[in-house]
């Protein structure tokens, strides 16, 4: 049976007591989504500012998250907010297939985007009533994206 290690890892601990990137952004320019894993009780709002730069490419240029919820969920948004901020949308695309991958959801194709800290999540596939804590954030970021 895994163990409640595999769950919280140290890197999940310290972003969950210290998150990065908490607060608002101005909507617009900035594009807003709110999520809400009814299983658990986490609520979780993602602000996302994306600008076209010089070579006609878009970029995450500013992330901000609001919200509350389990540690899972918490740490998972102040991950996330940190691996897509400067990132190019193709490269926030990748970075969510390989994440969600790695937690053994269908449909999710592993992509050639290194995961860095948000491998520490990974565990959380062992514990499927928690997947959705982990995922939330990402899903909520992908329907602020869609109404870029
Ligand atoms: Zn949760």
């Known amino acids: 049976m895994p163990g409640l290690d595999d769950l919280y890892k140290e890197i999940i ?20 989504a709110e999520g809400f894993n009814p299983l658990c009780g986490d ?5 996302l500012k ?8 878009e970029r995450v ?14 740490a998972s948004a102040s991950l996330m907010s940190s ?3 400067g990132k190019t949308l193709a490269e926030v695309d990748d970075l969510t297939h390989t994440m969600k991958a ?17 491998e520490a999540l990974k565990g959380v ?3 499927p ?14 329907e602020a994206l869609e109404q870029h």
């Open 13 to 32: 601990l310290d972003h969950y007591k210290s998150p990065r990137n908490r607060g608002e952004l101005e909507t617009p320019p900035a594009v807003k």
């Open 125 to 127: 596939g062992r514990f």
């Open 129 to 142: 009533e928690r997947i959705k804590c982990a995922t939330l954030s990402w899903n909520t970021m992908t």
């Open 61 to 74: 240029v500013d992330v901000a998250i609001g919200g509350q919820g389990c540690a899972i969920s918490q």
């Open 102 to 118: 790695q937690l053994g959801i269908e449909g999710a194709e592993p992509r050639e985007a290194p995961l860095g800290d948000i």
């Open 50 to 57: 994306v600008e076209t730069d010089d070579e006609g490419t």
């Open 43 to 47: 609520e979780i709002t993602v602000f």
């Open 83 to 85: 691996a897509v901020k």
